[in-house]
């Protein structure tokens, strides 16, 4: 089983940015769909942003579009979301996640969870 290990979270100002980053071990991850997942307190988990297993194609909610960009390194096993403009509503544990497909992750057909990263945003 592959094991992923977030990093890159911290406290910042409203309007700041901040870069999360996954790294894989055990196993590739570069033939499966990874996402990124946020959940806040009190509230259910949701999709920040997935990838398909070549980059070509991405998703992302709603209320993160034109502000994160997910991305990924197959060669370093490593995934990544640049997050930008951020906001208090942004403050959330984020989850790094591997699929079980090349093209689509969703949080109730994960392979593998990270441990997660706190993100808080100040306003």
């Known amino acids: 089983q592959v094991q992923l290990v977030e990093s890159g979270g911290g406290l910042v100002q409203a309007g700041g940015s901040l870069r999360l980053s996954c790294a894989g071990s055990?196993?590739?991850?570069?033939?499966?769909?990874m996402g990124w997942f946020r959940q806040a307190p009190g509230k259910e988990r949701e999709t920040v942003a997935t990838?398909?297993?070549?980059?070509?194609?991405?998703f992302y909610a709603d209320s993160v579009k034109g502000r994160f960009t997910i991305s990924r390194d197959n060669a370093k096993n490593m995934v990544f979301l640049q997050m930008n403009s951020l906001k208090p509503e942004d403050t959330a544990v984020y989850y790094c996640?591997?699929?079980?497909?090349?093209?689509?992750?969703?949080?109730?057909?994960?392979?593998?969870w990270g441990q997660g990263t706190q993100v808080t945003v100040s306003s």
């Open positions: 990838i398909t297993w070549s980059g070509g194609s991405t």
């Open positions: 996640a591997r699929g079980r497909n090349r093209l689509v992750v969703v949080a109730t057909e994960v392979e593998s």
């Open positions: 055990g196993r590739t991850l570069s033939s499966y769909a």
